[in-house]
Protein backbone atom coordinates (compact mmCIF):
# COMPACT_ATOMS: atom_id res chain seq x y z
CA UNK A 1 0.00 0.00 0.00
CA UNK A 2 1.30 3.72 -0.51
CA UNK A 3 1.28 5.91 2.15
CA UNK A 4 2.41 9.36 0.97
CA UNK A 5 4.01 7.82 -1.99
CA UNK A 6 6.27 5.42 0.34
CA UNK A 7 5.56 1.81 0.56
CA UNK A 8 6.58 1.45 4.21
CA UNK A 9 5.46 -2.34 4.34
CA UNK A 10 7.67 -4.22 1.91
CA UNK A 11 8.34 -7.42 4.49
CA UNK A 12 5.43 -9.90 4.66
CA UNK A 13 2.97 -9.33 7.14
CA UNK A 14 2.80 -12.38 9.33
CA UNK A 15 -0.71 -13.05 10.65
CA UNK A 16 -1.42 -15.49 13.91
CA UNK A 17 -4.05 -16.00 16.01
CA UNK A 18 -7.24 -18.35 17.01
CA UNK A 19 -10.52 -18.47 17.48
CA UNK A 20 -12.07 -19.39 20.52
CA UNK A 21 -15.72 -20.72 21.99
CA UNK A 22 -16.37 -18.40 24.64
CA UNK A 23 -19.83 -19.57 26.50
CA UNK A 24 -21.58 -19.98 23.26
CA UNK A 25 -19.91 -16.89 21.30
CA UNK A 26 -16.89 -17.44 19.25
CA UNK A 27 -14.23 -14.57 19.82
CA UNK A 28 -11.30 -14.25 16.74
CA UNK A 29 -8.13 -13.12 18.44
CA UNK A 30 -4.93 -12.33 15.93
CA UNK A 31 -1.71 -10.41 15.32
CA UNK A 32 -0.27 -8.91 12.50
CA UNK A 33 3.22 -7.78 12.66
CA UNK A 34 6.03 -7.32 10.15
CA UNK A 35 9.07 -4.14 9.99
CA UNK A 36 8.42 -1.02 8.43
CA UNK A 37 10.61 1.27 6.69
CA UNK A 38 10.25 4.53 7.48
CA UNK A 39 11.14 7.74 7.47
CA UNK A 40 11.15 9.87 10.52
CA UNK A 41 8.56 12.89 10.16
CA UNK A 42 11.28 15.54 11.94
CA UNK A 43 14.85 14.58 11.12
CA UNK A 44 13.48 12.66 7.79
CA UNK A 45 15.93 9.81 8.81
CA UNK A 46 15.02 6.45 7.33
CA UNK A 47 15.13 3.16 9.63
CA UNK A 48 13.11 0.39 10.61
CA UNK A 49 10.27 -0.42 13.06
CA UNK A 50 8.29 -3.53 14.34
CA UNK A 51 4.50 -2.82 13.48
CA UNK A 52 2.45 -4.84 15.92
CA UNK A 53 -1.34 -4.70 15.48
CA UNK A 54 -3.48 -6.86 17.68
CA UNK A 55 -7.38 -7.15 17.15
CA UNK A 56 -10.42 -9.23 18.91
CA UNK A 57 -13.66 -9.34 17.85
CA UNK A 58 -16.78 -11.96 18.11
CA UNK A 59 -17.93 -14.26 15.64
CA UNK A 60 -21.26 -15.63 14.73
CA UNK A 61 -23.17 -16.92 11.82
CA UNK A 62 -26.22 -14.62 12.08
CA UNK A 63 -27.42 -11.80 14.54
CA UNK A 64 -30.11 -11.68 16.63
CA UNK A 65 -29.87 -7.49 16.34
CA UNK A 66 -29.51 -6.33 12.23
CA UNK A 67 -27.84 -2.94 13.91
CA UNK A 68 -25.06 -4.70 15.79
CA UNK A 69 -21.55 -3.86 13.79
CA UNK A 70 -19.46 -5.08 16.36
CA UNK A 71 -19.98 -8.78 15.54
CA UNK A 72 -18.49 -10.18 12.21
CA UNK A 73 -20.78 -12.42 10.15
CA UNK A 74 -18.94 -15.39 8.61
CA UNK A 75 -20.07 -15.93 5.10
CA UNK A 76 -20.85 -19.81 4.44
CA UNK A 77 -18.64 -20.43 7.46
CA UNK A 78 -15.08 -18.75 7.16
CA UNK A 79 -13.79 -15.63 7.44
CA UNK A 80 -11.86 -13.65 4.54
CA UNK A 81 -8.66 -13.26 7.18
CA UNK A 82 -6.56 -11.54 4.37
CA UNK A 83 -9.07 -8.92 3.72
CA UNK A 84 -9.90 -8.39 7.76
CA UNK A 85 -6.20 -8.74 8.88
CA UNK A 86 -5.19 -6.17 5.78
CA UNK A 87 -8.01 -3.90 6.75
CA UNK A 88 -7.44 -3.92 10.30
CA UNK A 89 -3.39 -3.32 9.98
CA UNK A 90 -4.32 -0.33 7.28
CA UNK A 91 -6.13 1.32 9.64
CA UNK A 92 -3.86 0.60 12.49
CA UNK A 93 -0.96 2.69 10.83
CA UNK A 94 0.55 5.55 12.98
CA UNK A 95 0.12 9.09 10.95
CA UNK A 96 3.11 10.39 12.16
CA UNK A 97 6.45 7.77 12.56
CA UNK A 98 9.30 9.21 15.16
CA UNK A 99 13.01 7.22 14.48
CA UNK A 100 13.01 7.81 18.13
CA UNK A 101 10.53 9.36 21.05
CA UNK A 102 13.11 12.24 21.82
CA UNK A 103 14.01 13.22 18.06
CA UNK A 104 14.29 16.74 17.84
Known amino acids: ?21 VAGMLIL ?4 ETTLHAVCDRCLKEFETLKRVRHETMV ?5 DEDNDEILLLEDGAID ?9 ILEMDSKTLCKEDCK
Open 1 to 21: MDFGGRYPAQNPVVVTGDVRN
Open 29 to 32: QFTA
Open 60 to 64: AEELE
Open 81 to 89: MDDLARTIF
